[in-house]
């Protein structure tokens, strides 16, 4: 079993930054990857930031230039670094890892509200 733990989120007004962490525990063997996703309201889930192992990370065109995904190995913890946040970053942002013999784990969510 695996627990991942989302903490960070809260009300940003636009233009203001925050930072998500996603603390992995648990019998962890190797890491395929990990990412951020984010549902709105009324709206799908979307792939906001990604970490394959041995693959580039990726992000979503909309968060591109804006938001940073890292990750503490030693930790055991997945970051993402938002920066000027919009309005249209508000959702619920969950992190999901995907563990060697164990399979995909999602967290609890942390909610991002970005406004004045």
């Known amino acids: 079993q695996v627990q991942l733990v989302e903490s960070g989120g809260g009300l940003v007004q636009p233009g203001g930054s925050l930072r998500l962490s996603c603390a992995a525990s648990?019998?962890?063997?190797?890491?395929?990857?990990m990412a951020w996703y984010r549902q709105a309201p009324g709206k799908e889930r979307e792939l906001v930031a990604a970490?394959?192992?041995?693959?580039?990370?990726n992000y979503a065109d909309s968060v591109k230039g804006r938001f940073t995904i890292d990750r503490d190995k030693a930790k055991n913890t997945l970051y993402l670094q938002m920066n000027s946040l919009k309005p249209e970053d508000t959702a619920v942002y969950y992190c999901?890892?995907?563990?060697?013999?164990?399979?995909?784990?999602w967290g609890q969510g942390t909610q991002v509200t970005v406004s004045s």
């Open positions: 999901r890892g995907d563990f060697a013999l164990l399979g995909t784990y």
């Open positions: 970490m394959p192992r041995g693959f580039s990370t």
């Open positions: 648990g019998n962890i063997f190797s890491i395929n990857s």
